[in-house]
DNA sequence: CGACCGTTTGAGATCCTTCAATACCAGTGG
DNA sequence: CCACTGGTATTGAAGGATCTCAAACGGTCG
């Protein structure tokens, strides 16, 4: 809890990272001579929404969480972003979200300006970058089906499926977020999410050998519900 | 309802289209030459979720429903595209999407092959259409908060003044599209949108003409609801 | 006019939330 | 070692926003 922000400018071992795929050697070191290194410890804040977007991020290691607030304080959290994934990429002003670290984090940052010019002199990287926003944006519309029109259960069928692509572990999961953050993903409150973990359990589609720590016991039925197929079980 | 599918080759007055804006005169020549137009009747189906993707569309005219579909047929609509929208954009493969005509509708089409190369030599172009795919992973965004934790009222709110702004009309707007429709975009059962919007008229916050035809009488406390600032009014 | 389709309105049911209490777990200090 | 504390998670009971089912209304078209 004892907040601990450090920005260093050590190189990262840039080559491997998601920028970087695809590119040739001599556009990967200009990648690198514009990155640096920046960590977080658990639960500090990485930018906020409506300040000035002065870079972009890609995750190293860690997982973050990406939320809107309205005014009296409701969040709807729009990602847990996880290491590969970047992000403030579009923004030609302000963010639209805020990042706060969920876990530790280790990120690799790129100023804007520098990062700008990299888009314009790379050949290809304009593209792949709208690429990946194109996918952002996908996977934003397959959420809006989820907050518009599943259920609780089916909703978090959905997440535990989405953190176990996430980890490519098929059937034991890690979950780093408290319930809060899962509601706040979800579309629910703290306490639907308990208890539909809890009938998941009881079903033994899962196991909960902890809070953070959930074994996916019949991966099918979780398919089944998050797909929506209506399959209600007695 | 008579369903009557024409697609012609003649070319449109693209000068003007979202695509072109800020290209040089020779790369707007380059979109003329391998665009077309394509007209929808209200009613008829664009694109369904999950064929090939054999191009993007621009629409000229009108306005399209975007939806995706659940097993048993639940709906979340994604978007409402009007005159200036691009579309079918990024998919390298199925469209994750369904595309529908919610009233007769115009469209410029640029076939996959010709667009892809079209990318690759106009310089800028990438960028450009980076740019339009990170405002709407935004706009999707935005549409998160909304499912997730906005109340009926404030979804309709924001409805409303999504309207409003899409057709430049600070009072007056047009619903071309049913209760149905607005449901499946907000989250709601038509019963919702419709009583909704009947409680707004008893507020004097809008006045409703017709079913297809509602004035923002009370604008401020429109956008006070949207905005989700907790003011319930007796 | 009468049929049709979408909208509105009403009454009751339901899923999820709210409020409240209890349980759990890790860290701290006695 | 164990009680205490703070934070998170779980469980329970009651309430409410929205949904479901059903009927009435209203505009359009032949």
Known sequence: ?????????????????????????????????????????????????????????????????????????????????????????????????????????????????????????????????WAVTADELRFAQDQLLLLGRKTAAEKVASFLLLLSDQQQSPTEVEVPMTRSDIGDYLGLTIETVSRTLTKLKRDKTIGLTSACRITLRDRDQLEALAAGEAATES
């Open 1 to 129: 809890m004892h907040a601990q922000a450090i920005t260093s400018t050590a190189k990262p071992e840039v080559a491997h990272l998601t920028l970087c795929r695809g590119l040739e050697r001599q556009a990967v070191s200009h990648v690198v001579a514009i990155s640096s290194l920046c960590k977080r410890a658990a639960g500090e804040t990485l930018f906020s929404e409506g300040e000035a977007a002065d870079g972009a991020f890609e995750v190293v290691k860690g997982t973050l969480r990406l939320y809107k607030l309205l005014p009296d304080g409701r969040r709807q959290i729009v990602g847990f972003p996880a290491a590969g994934t970047l992000l403030g990429l579009a923004p030609e002003g302000a963010h639209v979200y805020s990042a706060e670290a969920v876990t530790d984090v280790t990120l690799c940052r790129y100023p804007r300006a520098s990062f700008n010019r990299l888009v314009d002199s790379v050949p290809g990287l304009a593209r792949r970058l």
